[in-house]
Nanobody, 122 residues
């Protein structure tokens, strides 16, 4: 599965951005797709994920209530709507896909997008 992420940019604190990730080249049934992020000097951390049938969603405590993940099966795309952004949300955001049982551990996931930079200014 190939993943293409987009939607990053520069936004002021309190602002919003919407990330998108398009999957191609494989089957996503029984898999989850989602997002990780990595800030400078820090390890990659889980953000949010969604099952392909949409029946399962979960998110890190740091983003609950502010970020919302969704999917559009028609075009193999997931979105991450990020609201009330904070400077500590600044990171490169990576889209990933893998079997449900392998989430939220990044070293257990096989498919990764190229990353998109989100910068939140104070």
């Amino acid at each position: 599965v190939q993943l293409q992420a987009s939607g990053g940019g520069l936004v002021h604190s309190g602002g919003s951005l919407r990330l998108s990730c398009v999957a191609s080249g494989g089957t996503l049934s029984r898999q989850m797709m989602g997002w990780f992020r990595q800030a400078p000097g820090k390890e990659r951390e889980f953000v949010s994920a969604i099952s392909w049938d949409g029946g399962i969603k979960f998110a890190a405590d740091a983003v609950k209530g502010r970020f919302a993940i969704s999917k559009h099966n028609a075009n193999n795309t997931i979105h991450l709507q990020m609201n009330s952004l904070k400077p500590e949300d600044t990171a490169v955001y990576y889209c990933a896909a893998g079997p449900t049982e392998n989430w939220p551990w990044p070293d257990r996931l096989d498919s990764w997008g190229q990353g998109t930079l989100v910068t939140v200014s104070s």
